[in-house]
């Protein structure tokens, strides 16, 4: 089997549940999907289980297996002969060491441990067309939802993502990435009316009140504001948009990225962490438009 963690926000789940899918795929194996980080975590929940995706959550037994790093000397000698009584097969712990890409990382064999963020396309561009079925939601959209798919078909829609919520409020998410501010907004507003003049904006936000009172533009917009805690449901209303105004957001990213307009125009920061040192290179697509 190939176990992976998961753990943070919807944007997050999905990047580790596609790297994970795609190694097993190469290994003819079953993924598993180990939540039990949600058991002690406020800030998100886990939201998979909304989509079309091969859902096998990991058991204790499973879990068992896997040989931790942190593992003392005595330990790992207790673990092995419970697992050696248990029958269970050792699993090995990877974990991801930085951001960049690492094509090792798709040439590992079954029975492994991934924890990690696991942020670019390169880690799933060979099974795109799989990935793209299965995030896809299990229930149809409600009669509100589906009435602003239908607006959003039929108009030159572009989705506006502006993430506000712990990257304000939240000293250590906001040391590392930080909200973009109005500046950047108002940058890529503009730069979208010049290649779309009839855009429509439909504006996401986990701040609505600073969304309204901050976006200005003389085009058509509209605030999104009523599924609250079901994010999968926005995220269903961006991926149907035609172009995209991604924030430094995971969430966005994947609604720009499953979106099927072959000729969707998508703006993504060119800051998307606040530490500089951090390379994004592999995160953001070469075609997306980095302001």
């Not at 999905?14 to 999907?33: D, E, H, P, T």
């Not at 904006?201 to 079901?230: G, R, Y």
Request: with cysteine; glycine share 4%; proline share 2%.
């Amino acid at each position: 089997m190939i176990i992976v963690k998961l753990i943070g926000g919807l944007g997050n789940q999905m990047f580790q549940y596609a790297v994970g899918r795609n190694l097993a795929i190469k290994n003819n194996c079953m993924l598993k999907l180990d939540i039990s980080g949600f058991k002690g975590y406020k800030l998100r929940n886990y939201d998979l289980g909304n989509f079309n995706v091969q859902e096998n959550i990991a058991t204790s037994n499973d879990l068992m297996g896997v040989i931790l790093p942190t593992d003392n000397f005595i330990l790992k000698a207790r673990k092995h002969l419970e697992r050696k009584i248990s029958r269970i097969q050792d699993i090995q712990y990877i974990r991801e060491k930085k951001i960049d890409f690492n094509p090792k990382i798709l040439i590992l064999k079954d029975n492994k441990y991934l924890d990690g963020y696991w942020q670019s396309e390169k880690y799933f561009s060979d099974i795109s067309d799989v990935i793209r079925k299965e995030f896809t939601l299990i229930k149809k959209a409600d009669p509100i939802n589906e009435s602003y798919l239908g607006d959003i078909v039929d108009c030159e829609s572009v989705s506006v993502h502006i993430r506000r919520g712990d990257y304000v409020s939240d000293p250590r998410t906001t040391q590392v990435h930080g909200f973009l501010g109005l500046e950047y907004y108002q940058r890529a507003l503009k730069l979208m009316l010049e290649k779309k003049d009839n855009s429509h904006f439909f504006v996401f936000s986990d701040d609505p009140q600073w969304a309204k009172m901050n976006l200005i533009t003389s085009k058509k917009i509209t605030f999104i504001e009523h599924n609250c805690a079901k994010n999968y449901e926005d995220l269903r209303l961006m991926t149907h948009c035609k172009h995209h105004i991604t924030a430094n957001s995971t969430f966005s990213w994947w609604g720009a990225w499953l979106c099927q307009n072959e000729d969707k125009i998508i703006i993504a920061p060119k800051k998307w962490f606040n530490d500089e040192s951090i390379n994004s290179d592999d995160l953001i697509p070469k075609s997306w438009i980095r302001l």
